[in-house]
């Protein structure tokens, strides 16, 4: 049974910095691309970054270009999300997702605010 599970959400001050993480079970972790999503109140979900198997090409949605950096540890079985440089408009709940039984994670919240 796929599982993904995030962590290290939270709430930080415009200009802060998180790193999220998502450990995943069930499978063999370093042959599938993992991504992260994003979804706001009243939103639409939001493609945030992509990485493939092994790390060697990553790839970012605009507003993530710059200030985002998705990363992995196959050894770990772990995904992560460096944000930096955080705005009020990346308030959100966080999922990770791979294409391994379409499987998402729970969600993790970042709220950013003064």
């Known amino acids: 049974q796929v599982q993904l599970v995030e962590s290290g959400g939270g709430s930080v001050q415009p200009g802060g910095s998180l790193r999220l993480s998502c450990v995943a079970s069930?499978?063999?972790?370093?042959?599938?691309?993992m991504k992260w999503y994003r979804q706001a109140p009243g939103k639409e979900r939001q493609w945030v970054a992509s990485i493939t198997p092994s790390g060697a090409s990553v790839d970012y949605a605009d507003f993530a270009k710059g200030r985002f950096t998705i990363s992995r540890d196959n050894a770990k079985n772990t995904v992560y999300l460096q944000m930096n440089s955080l705005k009020p408009e990346d308030t959100a709940e966080y999922h990770c997702?791979?294409?391994?039984?379409?499987?998402w994670g729970q969600g993790i919240q970042v709220t950013i605010s003064s």
């Open positions: 997702y791979t294409t391994k039984d379409d499987a």
């Open positions: 069930g499978f063999t972790f370093s042959w599938y691309s």
